[in-house]
């Protein structure tokens, strides 16, 4: 897959600075909530047609790598099961 980077920006004047699919004020929160609510690929496609499969896998990886590169500041925490 060609770089992510590529097809996510962050511009404090759009969706107050959520990282959003390039040329869109579609947020990457915004595809993550949707496939984490059960809608498919096929569907946010249809709901988004501004939108292709290149960006939703875009907004995977870069949360991934957000992910990947959040540390843990306070020791003191608890997991929520």
Not at 43 to 59: F, Q, S, V
């Amino acid at each position: 897959m060609e770089n992510y980077l590529n097809h996510i920006t962050i511009h404090s004047d759009i969706r107050f600075g959520k990282s959003c699919i390039k040329d869109t004020r579609i947020a990457v929160s915004d595809i993550l909530t949707w496939l984490a609510s059960g809608m498919t690929m096929e569907e946010i496609l249809e709901d988004y047609p501004e939108l292709n499969k290149t960006h939703i896998y875009a907004a995977l990886q870069f949360a991934a790598r957000r992910e990947e590169v959040t540390k843990i500041l306070n020791t003191n925490y608890e997991t929520v099961a």
